[in-house]
């Protein structure tokens, strides 16, 4: 696992399921579920770690999209933040935020 990518995907995810206030128990389940298909070696101590780090963290959305410049691992992210938001709903200010990160990163939005 590259773990800085990992933690890249987490933190983009975790900005954009917090637009609504909180991260639900739905929405960390739903993340942690997606991220270790694509990276197996993450384990749940990791990942309570990384969204530590973003909580206690003052970046925004642009500073964690311009962590990933791979165009997979973008797709992959957009992906994860969608289905993670949506787990408890998809609210207007995560919709946003998910709308933003797709045009910063270039991409069209099939919603």
Same mark, same amino acid.
């Given at each position: %696992?590259?773990?800085? $990518?990992? !933690?890249?995907? *987490? !933190?983009?995810?975790?900005? =954009?399921?917090? !637009?609504?206030? *909180? @991260?639900?128990?739905?929405?960390?389940?739903? %993340?942690?579920?997606?991220?270790?298909?694509?990276?197996?070696?993450?384990?749940?101590?990791?990942?309570?770690?990384? #969204?530590?780090?973003?909580?206690?963290?003052?970046? +925004? *959305?642009?500073?964690?999209?311009? +962590? @990933?410049?791979?165009?997979?691992?973008?797709?992959?992210?957009?992906? #994860?933040?969608?289905?993670?938001?949506?787990?408890?709903?998809?609210?207007?200010?995560?919709? =946003?935020?998910? !709308? $933003?990160?797709?045009? @910063?990163?270039?991409?069209?939005?099939?919603?």
């Amino acid at each position: %696992m590259s773990s800085e $990518k990992c !933690k890249a995907c *987490i !933190k983009v995810a975790a900005c =954009i399921c917090a !637009k609504d206030g *909180i @991260i639900s128990d739905a929405e960390v389940h739903t %993340m942690y579920s997606l991220l270790v298909e694509r990276f197996p070696d993450l384990d749940e101590v990791t990942f309570d770690n990384v #969204l530590d780090e973003f909580f206690e963290s003052e970046d +925004q *959305i642009e500073d964690y999209l311009g +962590q @990933i410049s791979d165009v997979e691992l973008r797709k992959f992210t957009l992906n #994860l933040a969608e289905i993670s938001a949506g787990a408890d709903e998809l609210v207007i200010r995560e919709n =946003i935020a998910l !709308k $933003k990160a797709f045009l @910063i990163w270039g991409f069209i939005r099939n919603a």
